[in-house]
Antibody
């Protein structure tokens, strides 16, 4: 079964850090670009970051640039998002999503992990 | 990285057709045929419904169709059914090799 499972969410104070993980199974992880997408409570989907198949190319939304770092371990079939200097506005459900190399749509999604930034 | 523009809500009766628009720019929708649409039910993960403007993934009903003209893409759902009630999001590849989503449209089946 093709599957993405996020973990690592939780409650963190403003200014704190958190690392999210996304474990992939049922498909060739190393052949997929990976993305993080977040959704604040009651709000829409917002693209956060992406990484290419070998991890050498990354991009970020302006709102997280310099604070978040995306990475991957193809040997462990796992995607990561290191989040530093967290703000209240980073509170959201964070989804990982997979895009096959040379394609442009997210056809595999995880169920999300919730991050709450609050004192 | 401004969000694509979608209507906040649309509604229709069972059996009717509705269309959701998604307006972008010459840096995303206007220049690439890489628009996708996602359906999201409350508390659930998004689900791919349309990719590359007009294509349906395997298993998606042919009641769902997509199109594009200039900087605007559209999703049409024909023969509305109660289970179509959900939030719908458009997304596009961008000239900076990133992605942008629309603000989302809540579809109500009356």
């Amino acid at each position: 079964e093709v599957q993405l499972v996020e973990s690592g969410g939780g409650l963190v104070q403003p200014g704190g850090s958190l690392r999210l993980s996304c474990a992939a199974s049922g498909f060739t992880f190393s052949s997929y670009w990976m993305h993080w997408v977040r959704q604040a409570p009651g709000k829409g989907l917002v693209w956060v970051s992406r990484i290419n198949t070998d991890g050498r190319s990354t991009s970020y939304a302006d709102s997280v640039k310099g604070r978040f770092t995306i990475s991957r371990d193809n040997a462990k079939n796992t995607l990561y998002l290191q989040m530093n200097s967290l703000r209240a506005e980073d509170t959201a459900v964070y989804y990982c999503a997979a895009v096959r190399a040379y394609f442009y749509y997210m056809d595999v999604w995880g169920n999300g992990t919730t991050v709450t930034v609050s004192s | 990285q401004s969000a694509l523009t979608q209507p906040a809500s649309v509604s229709g009766s069972p059996g009717q057709s509705i269309t959701i628009s998604c307006s972008g720019t010459s840096s995303d929708i206007g220049v690439y045929n890489y628009v996708s649409w996602y359906q999201q039910h409350p508390g659930k993960a998004p689900k791919l419904m349309i990719y590359d403007v007009t294509n349906r993934p395997s298993g998606i009903s042919n009641r769902f169709s997509g199109s594009k003209s200039g900087n605007t893409a559209s999703l049409t759902i024909s023969g509305l059914q109660a289970e179509d009630e959900a939030d719908y999001y458009c997304s596009s590849y961008t000239s900076t090799n990133t992605r942008v989503f629309g603000g989302g449209t809540k579809l109500t089946v009356l």
